[in-house]
């Protein structure tokens, strides 16, 4: 297989990074439909709900972000070794903190207004509008939390993080040398490094106390959470160091197989509460999170890895949708609640006319602006640097 050399575009790896941020208008349409309370995660469940959409919630969430971050950390370590230090602070800073942080006070008070009017317009309220209005009034509108937007939140302190490592192991010495050379000799075989990085991952969820990483979206940081996607970081950093990328495609019908069928496993399987059944759930659940990631990586390797003109719009579009479906996405079912159609009717227009709202918005009044330079930076659709 061709290796892929650090000054090609990776478009698997943009393709592959797309794809998860776009299935988050999946996963939080499919939270408001599902059976499971969420808390305050995720504040508004619709009075009609079914358990199959607690089913996709769990399947998207245990692979979305850790694929998401290998790929994070896989850029990052190009931009540090491809553009020097100090650029890749200042890419960090343009493209990740500054999006956060102007998303984060504009994103957040119209996203609780319109948790606030779902969750009326499901109660049977007569006038939800007026509710969600008050709501914005009465103080609302402060960021108590970094709602959908903590992975940018993360990213921001695992860029800095990864730009101090590699600083500090910049030089060529016996044991950067020998931790390379272990590595890479690891990412190149491709079962070795699933049982490795499930070993690790196991580490991460015994330290959590649960078999999956649960959501880290307020200010304060879960240092346990905060380390297992950090893990993910980091290990993208290493496949691009060790330029292990290009032999990481093989097998993606054999681990994803294998990774769905131990999910379902993992899922339906009668555990018990004892403290044994949680260690081996967790080991379960690191194995398949392990075959996941490179299981997508290797699909995408695969079938992704070449241009395509309709792939690369929603790489330049996911960016902004994910930052922007979140109210869109909680505000739709409030507007159909009253409608006597079927539930998965519901859930298909909740994402279908979110996904059209944030695609318009983007193609109308992103793309070509200021904005759209700073989330999407150089040109991809040209494929020039």
């Not at 007569?126 to 009034?137: E, G, L, M, N, W």
């Not at 032999?247 to 681990?255: A, I």
Request: charged residues 10%.
């Amino acid at each position: 297989m061709k290796k892929t050399l650090p000054s090609e575009r990776i478009y698997s790896l943009d393709a592959l990074r797309a794809i998860m941020m776009l299935l988050g208008i999946i996963l939080h349409a499919s939270l408001t439909y599902g059976s499971h309370d969420y808390g305050n995660i995720w504040p508004i469940k619709s009075p009609g709900n079914n358990i199959l959409f607690d089913l996709v919630v769990a399947l998207i969430h245990f692979f979305r972000m850790p694929v998401f971050f290998v790929v994070a950390g896989y850029f990052g370590a190009l931009l540090f070794y491809k553009k020097g230090a100090e650029l890749m602070l200042m890419n960090r800073v343009k493209r990740i903190l500054l999006p956060f942080l102007g998303a984060v006070l504009l994103i957040y008070p119209v996203a609780i207004f319109a948790f606030t009017y779902t969750a009326a317009a499901f109660a049977g309220s007569a006038s939800p509008f007026t509710i969600a209005r008050k709501a914005i009034i009465s103080g609302g509108f402060l960021p108590f939390n970094v709602l959908h937007l903590w992975f940018l939140y993360f990213l921001t302190f695992y860029s800095f993080l990864g730009w101090m490592l590699a600083k500090v192991f910049s030089r060529d010495t016996a044991f950067t040398n020998s931790a390379c050379s272990v590595f890479s000799f690891i990412l190149r075989n491709p079962w070795l490094r699933v049982i490795s990085l499930a070993v690790l991952y196991f580490i991460c969820l015994f330290w959590i106390g649960e078999p999956s990483i649960s959501t880290n979206n307020k200010w304060s940081i879960d240092l346990p959470v905060f380390m297992t996607y950090f893990l993910f970081f980091e290990t993208g950093w290493i496949i691009y160091k060790t330029k292990s990328l290009g032999y990481l495609g093989k097998y993606p019908k054999r681990q994803l197989g294998m990774a769905i069928f131990l999910f379902f496993a993992f899922i339906f399987t009668p555990w018990g509460d004892s403290g044994e059944m949680l260690i081996v759930r967790e080991m379960l659940s690191a194995l398949f999170g392990a075959l996941f990631i490179f299981g997508f990586i290797a699909l995408f390797m695969t079938f992704f890895n070449r241009y395509s003109a309709r792939l690369t719009y929603l790489m330049e579009a996911s960016y902004w949708v994910y930052i922007i479906h979140l109210p869109v996405v909680a505000f739709i079912p409030g507007t159909i609640a009253d409608f006597a159609i079927p539930l998965f009717i519901k859930f298909l227009l909740s994402v279908s006319i979110t996904t059209i709202i944030c695609f318009a918005s983007y193609h109308f009044a992103v793309r070509n602006t200021f904005i759209g330079a700073i989330l999407n930076g150089k040109n991809i659709s040209t494929g020039k640097n």
